[in-house]
């Protein structure tokens, strides 16, 4: 006996073939594995919040109330937290704006000026930090010692000061400004020209343009630019913790982990407390956002004509080729530099000609110190395998929600982003109760980092893979399954292998993500199961400033290393193969 299929009316004979195959493709063994993928994503975040909840009702007392909102230090922090934070999305925002400006609508780009405002994002942040604490620092940093010696004839002693309001700003801004450049820049790029050409042939100049059209035609640009920043600002850990002491900074991220990591017992209930702080102002920005966009009047973007014309500075081109440098010393260069001058000295002075000069501080990470070798190796193990694995199952969801479109799809979709809006030392507080002890009791395990990097790294992950998945047009998908190849085969035989340069962009970025990650590692890494954040933290806060210098260079370097290869493998087979080619045509014959 055959499977009859009753033909509905006014549908193709082939229609109803493509979905009677679409229907038993939902039940192979790669539909049931998506499903149940799907299921568990769902659990490892909603469960964790529900954790958090409940101990968040526990900690809701007045006794706890009082002791946080009433607390002496809780006005003072609020008000460090909002100018710190505020000014330096505001900062980073405009400075992006710039940037973007210059690369995508002008005439003053040049060859990497498009990468440099995104090089930080692949620098570990707290390299950044103490880069910048080695060389601002008022009494033994590089800047001031070479001030001195070079302005010391003219009578004139100017000091830099890095632990100071405007030291932490300018290092947030730095950190930020990358964040704010993606959402930025891709505005520009998709504005459609045709705007700045109508105002340029009315007589305005390219100023003028750029107040009274460019940038009210991005606004949902410049607002999703803010918000995101002020996310990855408020959950900043990395930059506060570095140079807070000394200027009494108080930052709510600081207090979050300090709540936990610096108090005997724990105090659980000032960190849920203040993480719900944080939550409701992220929940505020969020709807502030979303009514900016419905209510505001934005120009439509459109593809860029082939004969648009990019707006013409003259000799200001210069200008603003000098600032995007500028940037990129400063974010880059000059804090990285500075980690290898003090790298090799044996003890940290403002001189930086003067030895001695040795490598004793990489002969301690390499071969005297076994922690610092396992937490190398932990974070690369949980960077490439844990980013594989998220890659992956990132990849699945987007097509299980794409083909399914079923309430587990859409819901599962969902949910794997809500992690983005929440900062990341109160999702590690909400592993620490629903993982760290029983049932689970996975408290100081690389699992529970693991599961906690899966989780915060999840929708970055999502977002960046799900358009070249859906991108692939469905005609392959069902050309593929027409041929007799099952789900699985097809998802490894067509879908995997046209979204490769998405796969390896996204994988690049959780590996980035997760050797950088300062705000779970402290909470969740041990001893006994240490990753490079946590060492590289313990090492500063016991001083051995060029022991961390040289741990974050090395991590530096790694990850350059690793993103190099990722996107070069990450690029077509054929424009891998492209130069070789052109090698072989170009070489002369014998």
């Given at each position: ?29 790669f ?13 490892l975040?909603?469960?964790p ?8 009702a ?30 330096s999305a ?39 930090g ?14 001031n010692?070479?001030?001195k ?5 003219f ?7 890095i ?40 007589g ?7 107040r009274?059209v ?5 606004a ?33 991220s ?20 203040l ?6 102002v992220?929940?505020?920005?969020w ?29 200001g ?20 530099a ?46 490439i ?8 199952i ?29 900062p990341h ?12 002890g029983?049932?689970f ?12 990097y ?36 097809t ?44 060492v ?9 400033v ?18 190099l ?13 492209r ?11 014998r």
């Amino acid at each position: 006996m055959t499977d009859t299929v009753e033909k509905p009316v006014g549908v193709r004979p082939d229609e109803v073939h493509i979905r009677t195959r679409r229907y038993k493709r939902s039940r192979s063994p790669f539909g049931i594995a998506a499903l149940i993928l799907a299921v568990v994503v769902i659990l490892l975040i909603v469960y964790p919040g529900g954790a958090m909840g409940a101990r968040l009702a526990s900690a809701f007392t007045s006794h706890s109330l009082a002791d946080v909102f009433g607390a002496s230090w809780f006005p003072g922090m609020i008000r460090d937290t909002v100018v710190v934070v505020g000014l330096s999305a505001l900062i980073a925002v405009i400075i992006a704006a710039v940037l973007a400006w210059v690369n995508e609508r002008t005439d003053a780009r040049f060859r990497f000026s498009g990468v440099l405002p995104l090089v930080p994002l692949f620098i570990p942040t707290i390299a950044v930090g103490i880069g910048w604490v080695v060389l601002g620092d008022p009494t033994v940093g590089f800047l001031n010692g070479i001030l001195k010696v070079i302005l010391a004839p003219f009578h004139i002693a100017p000091t830099v000061n890095i632990y100071s309001y405007p030291g932490m700003i300018f290092l947030y801004v730095l950190c930020l400004v990358p964040y704010a450049y993606l959402p930025i820049s891709a505005g520009f790029r998709n504005l459609d020209p045709s705007l700045e050409e109508a105002s340029r042939t009315s007589g305005a100049g390219p100023w003028k343009a750029l107040r009274t059209v460019s940038l009210p035609a991005i606004a949902p640009a410049l607002v999703a630019g803010f918000v995101l920043v002020l996310i990855v600002g408020l959950s900043l850990y990395s930059i506060p913790v570095v140079i807070e002491d000394r200027p009494q900074i108080d930052i709510i991220s600081v207090r979050i982990i300090n709540a936990i990591r610096a108090s005997y017992p724990p105090a659980y209930d000032v960190a849920i407390l203040l993480s719900l702080v944080l939550l409701v102002v992220l929940v505020i920005v969020w709807l502030i956002q979303k009514r900016i966009n419905r209510g505001g009047r934005f120009a439509l973007s459109g593809a860029r004509s082939a004969g648009s014309a990019l707006t013409k500075l003259g000799a200001g081109r210069w200008v603003f080729r000098v600032i995007v440098i500028v940037y990129g010393l400063l974010s880059t260069v000059f804090p990285l530099a500075a980690l290898i001058i003090v790298s090799f000295q044996s003890y940290w002075h403002a001189d930086v000609f003067v030895g001695p000069w040795g490598i004793l501080n990489y002969q301690q990470i390499l071969f005297n110190d076994p922690i610092a070798v396992t937490a190398v190796k932990n974070s690369l193990v949980l960077g490439i395998v844990g980013g594989a694995i998220t890659v992956l199952i990132a990849a699945i969801l987007v097509i299980y929600a794409r083909n399914k479109r079923d309430r587990i799809g859409r819901i599962a979709d969902t949910v794997s982003k809500v992690p983005a809006a929440v900062p990341h030392a109160v999702l590690a507080v909400a592993f620490i109760f629903a993982f760290g002890g029983p049932p689970f009791n996975l408290g100081g395990t690389l699992l529970i980092l693991g599961l906690a990097y899966f989780v915060t790294y999840l929708p970055y992950v999502s977002i960046a893979i799900e358009p070249s998945i859906l991108a692939i047009h469905p005609s392959l998908e069902e050309a593929s399954v027409m041929s007799g190849a099952g789900a699985g085969r097809t998802f490894r035989k067509i879908i995997l292998p046209m979204a490769i340069p998405g796969v390896f962009a996204a994988w690049a970025l959780v590996f980035v993500r997760v050797i950088s990650d300062l705000e779970v590692s402290v909470l969740l890494g041990t001893g006994s199961t240490p990753v490079v954040g946590f060492v590289m933290l313990d090492v500063y806060d016991q001083g051995s400033v060029g022991i961390v210098a040289t741990l974050a260079l090395f991590m530096t370097v790694i990850t350059a290393v690793v993103i190099l290869i990722m996107l070069r493998l990450g690029q077509p087979r054929w424009r891998r193969s492209r130069p070789l080619k052109a090698a072989r045509r170009t070489k002369p014959a014998r």
